[in-house]
C-alpha cells in the first residue's frame, strides 16, 4: 500500500461522489496573515467566509502543506517522534452549501473499512460534547450516524463512539467567523487491537487520528455568540503520510506486531537509502524516550529523520517561488535548512550532500506535482548555495559554541550568548540547544526571549505609520473614474466630507487615483469655491474610503459643495509606461530566469520604476542586457493592452495574483499582449508603444534572496539616453576619436596606466628593501640580546614606514625600533618593542606619547607597537 496508490485512491473514491478534482494551491498562501499553507482548507477560505462564490459544490484534492512557524508549528518535533512532519500532503474532501453530516460519516467508512480494508474494529468516532461554558449542543447528528453504522456492522456503539469537548472536537477559524462540531476517526495500533477506545486522544502513538471531518454549521459572533451560518459546509483533512505508514508498516492493516511510523512509508523510504549510501549507516527506526539523553543509535535515526523531512519541505517551498531569507516565511526555511545541514554535519556528509537530496524527492513526487520537475534545477542551485554559505557559518559558530561550552557556569549557557549566535551566526535556538544538550548544557531561554522581544520591538518601531480616520461614517464609497483618461480634466465632482485636522477632502466621485498595489497617487488641483487647492496625496483610509489631502486649509462648510478635480496628466501617463512595463519587465524575467521569479515589492512613479523579485543569485550584465532587449521588443511590437472584471475563480488561467494581496469576488485583469496576464488595479498605457522606451538603471540585493531593478521609460529615458550620449561624445571629443572607439582608447590607457603603476611600486618596493638593508646595519646591541634602532628616515608616507619597521622587526629576535619620518606638512614615528624589551621597561605607547608631546603632536598604541605624529 504504497503513497500512489492512497492518494490516487482517495481521489478517484470522491470523484465517484460527484467532487470535482481541484488542484493544490501554492505553499505560499493568498493570506498575507499566513507564512505557508498549512491546511487543505486555505485556498477554499474566501467561500467559507461568502467573499467568492465555488465554481463547483463538491471538491475533492491533496494539498501541499506546510506547518513550521506561526500558531501550527511541528518544526521543534521533528525527529523525535514517528508522526511530526514540516511538510505534509492533506487529502481532503469539501462540501460548499451541499451534502452534509450523514454522506460525510458514510462515505469516510465507505472508503477506509470497504475500499482500503481497514479492520473495523479497531476503529473509532469520537463525537462534540460540550462541557460547561463550551458553545453549541451536543452533536447528536453525527452520533445517531455513527451509532446506526457501528451497529449495522456488529460493533458497540458504546465502545466505538468517544466523545469530545470544544479542545478536541469544535473548529473554529478564528475568534469569529466559520465554526463548528468535527468528528474524528481514530485507529487502535496495539498488538491486539482491544483497547476498546482507551488510548483516544490521549496523546499516546499507539492509537493515531485517522481523519477529521470539520462540520461548519455556525457563525461565531464577536460577543462570544454563535448564531447558524446561512450555509452549512463540510471540510475534512486525512494526512497521507500518516495512513500511508501505517498500511506499510502492517502489510496492508494486517500485521500490528510493530508500532507503525509514518517515515516507513515510500515517502521516505527512498531518501533515507540515499542517505545511507552517503554516510555508511543503515537507518534503524529507533525513536529516543526522552529528548534530553539519546544513545548513538538514537541520535542517527533522529538525524534521519529531520533531514528527510526537511528535505521534502524545502524542495517543495523552493518550488513554489519561497526561498530562504532573513524575514518571515523566508526566516522558517532558511532555519529548517540549516537544521538541516547540521545534522547532516553529525552525520558526516559532505557540504553539497543535503543538496543532492531535493532530485531523490523531485524524482518521486514530480509526476504528482509537476512544478517540482519544472524547477528542479533552481531547487537544487538555491540549496546547494544556502548549504555551501552556512557551512562557513557553521565552523565558527561553532567554535564560539564549543567556547560557550567549555566555560559554561554550572551548565548554563546565556540567553545573550545564545542570542549572538542567533543573530550574528544564523544558529536557531533549537539547534544551539541541541549541540548544548549534547554536552551536558542547557540555554537561558527566558534570557534569549527577552532579547528577540528587543529585536522585535525595534522592528516594530522602525515599521510604525500615522493613519487618519474619517470624522464621519459615510455609507457612500467615492468612486474611482480615473481610468478612462477622458475624465481627468475638470471633473465636477460633489464634497461628500471634509477632515479639517488633515486638510483632506472626500468626493462623490474621483479622477484621482489613491495610491495602491505600488502605484503612487496622482497629484493635480481640486477648485472649490473658485480657490483652487494642490493635491499633494491621495489615499484609501482603513475603511477604503478615497481620501484627497490637499495644500490649503479646508472648511467644515465645504460639505455638499461641488468641486471640480484635475490631475496632472503628464505624471499620470508617465506613471502609466512606467506601470505597464514593470508588467512587461516580471513577465521577461520569469521568460529568461524561470517561473520561480514572483513580485516581491514595487514602486511606480512618473519618474522611473521600482521592482523586486524573488531570486536566488546575482543577474549578470549579460542576462541584465537580454531582458532589457526582450522588453523592448515587446514594447516595440505595439500589443494592445486591455483590462477587464471578472469572478476571481474566473480569471484566465495564465493569470498572475500577488500572493501578499487579498482579492474579492470581482477582480480586475490587466492583459498585455498575448504574454503577460495579471491581476492589476493600477493604471496603464492602451498599447504598448506609448512606453517608447525601457532602459535598465540598476539591479542590486535588497535582502536574501530577493533582488530589485530600477528602470526607466518614455521621457526619463529618453533623457538618460541623451545625457550618456553627450558623455560618451565629450569623451571622444577629448581622446579625438568617433564613439565606437571611445572604450578601446579608455581600455588602453588603463592598461598603460596600470603598467606605469607597477613600475612605480616595484620601484618603490626596491628602495623600500635597500632601505631596511641600511637601516639593519645602523643596529646596536643593548643590554647583550636586544637590538636597537632609531633613526631619522625621509620620503616615505606612514604606510611605508610602517612596512619598513615590520620587515625591520622580522629580522631581528628581540629589538627596539625608532622610525622617524619627516613629511612636508606632518611627521610620522613609530615605535616597536619586542616581548623581551617591554618585559626590561621598553614602552612603545610611553615613548610615541614622549616623542610627539615635545613637538606639539600625539600618537598612541599598546606596549609592543604605537604610531604618532608630529
Known sequence: MDSSFVRQSFLDFFKSKGHALAKSSSLRPDSPNLLFTNAGMNQFIPYLLGERTPTAKRVVDTQKCIRAGGKHNDLDDVGFDAYHHTFFEMLGNWSFGDFFKKESIEWAWELLVYIWKLPKNRLYATVYRPEESDPAEFDSASYEIWKNIFTKEGLNPDVHIKYGSKKDNFWMMGNTGPCGPCSEIH???????????????????????????????????????????????????????????????????????????????????????????????????????????????????????????????????????????????????????????????????????????????????????????????????????????????????????????????????????????????????????????????KVDTAVFEVEMEKQRERARSAQKKSEICLSSDLTKQSAFIGYDLRNTQNVPCKILDVIS?????????????????????????????????????????????????????????????????????????????NHTATHILHWALRSILGTHVRQAGSCVDWKRLRFDFNHFEAISQKTIGEVEKLVQDKILECSAVSTFETKFDEKPVDCIANFDEKYGDIVRVVKTGDYSTELCGGCHVNNTSEICFFKILSESSISSGIRRIEAVTGEEAFKLANSQFTSLSNLAEIFSCKGDDVVPRVSALLEKTNRLEAAIKAGRDSILSDTVVTLAAKARVIGDDICEINELIDGFSPEEVRSIASSLAKKFTEYVLVLTCGGDEKSTVIVMCSAKAAARGYNANTMVREICAKRGGNGGGNGNFAMGGF
Not at 321 to 344: D, H, K, Q, T, W
Not at 550 to 577: H, P, Q, T, W
Open 187 to 441: 485507529m487502535d495500533l496495539t498488538p491486539k487491537g482491544d483497547t476498546e477506545g482507551r488510548l483516544v486522544n490521549s496523546g499516546d502513538g499507539r492509537c493515531m487520528e485517522l481523519w477529521n471531518l470539520v462540520f461548519m454549521q455556525f457563525n461565531a459572533l464577536s460577543d462570544g455568540t454563535f448564531e447558524p451560518l446561512p450555509q452549512f459546509n463540510v471540510d475534512t483533512g486525512m494526512g497521507l503520510e500518516r495512513v500511508v505508514g501505517i498500511g506499510t508498516k502492517t502489510k496492508n492493516f494486517t500485521d500490528f506486531s510493530e508500532l507503525p511510523s509514518n517515515y516507513d512509508s515510500d515517502l521516505f523510504t527512498d531518501i533515507f537509502q540515499v542517505i545511507e549510501g552517503m554516510c555508511g549507516q543503515k537507518y534503524r527506526g529507533s525513536i529516543p524516550p526522552s529528548r534530553e539523553k539519546m544513545s548513538e543509535r538514537e541520535s542517527m535515526d533522529f538525524a534521519f529523520r529531520v533531514i528527510a523531512d526537511h528535505i521534502r519541505t524545502l524542495t517543495f517551498a523552493i518550488a513554489d517561488g519561497i526561498f530562504p531569507s532573513n524575514e518571515g516565511r523566508g526566516y522558517v526555511l532558511r532555519r529548517i535548512l540549516r537544521r538541516a545541514v547540521a545534522f547532516c554535519n553529525n552525520l558526516g556528509l559532505e557540504a553539497g550532500s543535503f543538496a543532492e537530496l531535493s532530485s531523490v524527492v523531485t524524482k518521486k513526487m514530480g509526476k504528482i506535482f509537476s512544478e517540482l520537475s519544472e524547477n528542479g534545477e533552481i531547487v537544487h542551485k538555491v540549496i546547494y548555495n544556502e548549504e555551501i554559505a552556512f557551512h562557513r557559518t557553521l565552523h565558527r559558530g561553532m567554535g564560539i559554541l564549543n567556547g560557550l561550552i567549555s566555560e559554561a557556569k554550572r551548565g548554563i549557557i546565556s540567553g545573550s550568548d545564545a542570542f549572538l549566535l542567533y543573530d550574528t551566526y544564523g544558529f536557531p535556538l533549537d539547534l544551539t540547544q541541541l549541540i548544548a544538550g549534547n554536552n551536558g548544557c
Open 501 to 577: 485636522d488633515g486638510n483632506c477632502l472626500i468626493l462623490d466621485k474621483t479622477p484621482f487615483y489613491a495610491e495602491c498595489g505600488g502605484q503612487v497617487c496622482d497629484t493635480g488641483t481640486i477648485q472649490v469655491n473658485g480657490q483652487n487647492f494642490k493635491v499633494t496625496a491621495v489615499f484609501r483610509d482603513k475603511k477604503g474610503q478615497i481620501l484627497h489631502r490637499v495644500d490649503g486649509a479646508v472648511s467644515e462648510d465645504f460639505r455638499g459643495n461641488m468641486a471640480y478635480g484635475s490631475i496632472d496628466l503628464r505624471k499620470r501617463l508617465a506613471s502609466a509606461r
